[in-house]
């Protein structure tokens, strides 16, 4: 069982910037693709980014290509999201998630992810 800590969100104006920061219990394992999803009420799951632990690749949304970076902190142990440029339509609730059998191919799909953490809201004010 992998528990995970998402911290970093937080209520900024349109334009700033955020770093999301995902924690597991234990530690990350070479196969786990950690990505990052976003939610608000009575919207569908929206697939933000995604990293795999071992081999670094990267995949993002469009709608955050260019504005948001996903990194791996190996020594911490944890996979950060850096936020720029924000727009109030990245207003969610954002979820970290592991896939522990993630490849590259299946990063953006939420449906592999077998552990979420609780999510952390992120505001953004126009």
């Excluded at 791996?72 to 990245?90: F, G, H, I, P, Y």
Aim: net charge negative.
């Amino acid at each position: 069982q992998v528990h995970l800590v998402e911290s970093g969100g937080g209520l900024v104006q349109a334009g700033g910037s955020l770093t999301l920061s995902c924690a597991a219990s234990g530690v990350f394992y070479a196969n786990d693709a950690i990505g990052w999803f976003r939610q608000a009420p009575a919207k569908e799951r929206e697939f933000v980014a995604a990293t795999m632990w071992r081999l670094g690749d990267k995949i993002y949304a469009d709608s955050v290509k260019g504005r948001f970076t996903i990194s791996r902190d190996v020594a911490k142990e944890t996979v950060n999201l850096q936020m720029n440029s924000l727009k109030t339509e990245d207003t969610d609730v954002y979820y970290c998630a592991v896939d522990p059998y993630g490849t590259p191919a299946s990063m953006k799909n939420s449906d592999n992810y077998n552990y979420w953490g609780q999510g952390t809201q992120v505001t953004i004010s126009s």
